[in-house]
């Protein structure tokens, strides 16, 4: 008997097919790498890495090879960049990169008079890499893709879905809402509502003074919270003091607990935070202890 297949399966085969032969050159997760390699620290501070020549040397010059990598510091920012010049002498044609963390994403404009636009600095030295595509996980505003070449956003909808669901095996009966811990973080926090159908969104506020960091007047839209537990979702938690002035706000409308969320955890002051009764984070900045911290590279 002759099996007739479709064009269209043939399509689906040939697209999986592809993606099975991409290559991967992880440099958050040596073990998850097709590609080897030795990461080496000069002593004057220079990164450096060698690749293994014998897992190269099978592989596919013209497949898609893909790089998965944090960029925490101005180190990693060079070895990606000496990454990529090694793989353009070796004549790989179709190199990606997929950024779990982006080094100056917050400074996404000159704040005040005297200070650099970071962002757009590091989007130029990133351009010289001339990578096909490059991905970034939960970017902290559309400016990152506006400067970075043929950029795209992961968004967190997956992480967070995880995160809840994590919550929920321990607390099936809760009633929930989204929170939303400023005005920057709204329109995400909206589409992830869309994306999980979730209907109780809370929209909160802040007012930050740009030369001292200091943040007073915080403000909410509800009024009434009663055994509520609130999922306060953001890109990113370095000193926490949005957080734990956001969940006094929201236990003082009655909210019973106040559940942390972030793509991106610093905790620049440790993962204690007040007010914050549990934290879910990745380990796209960093390994993180302490607080229920899930790997990056599920979500790349």
Sequence with gaps: ???KVSAQETIVFFINFKVNMMNILNLINEQGST??????IFPDGQPHIKMDMIS???LDREAPLRIICRLASTNDLLLLLFVKNTLDYLEFVNVEVCVSYLLAARMDRVMLDGEPFSLKVVAAILNQGDFK?????DPHSEVTNALINRSYSITNHEFVKDALEHYYDFHPATQYCLVSPDAGAL???HKLAVYLNASSIVECMKERDLKT?????FKTTADDLHNKTCFIIDDICDGGGTFAGTASLLKSKGAAKVILIVSHGIFSKGVTIENIDDIYTTNSYKEIAGVKCFPIEKYL
Excluded: A, P
Aim: contains cysteine; hydrophobic residues 45%; proline residues 0%.
């Design 187 to 189: 329109k995400k926090v």
């Design 35 to 40: 590609i080897k390699y030795q990461r080496i």
């Design 56 to 58: 190269i040397g099978i």
């Design 1 to 3: 008997m002759i099996c």
């Design 133 to 137: 595509k490059v991905k970034v996980f």
């Design 213 to 217: 960091g200091e943040l007073t007047n």
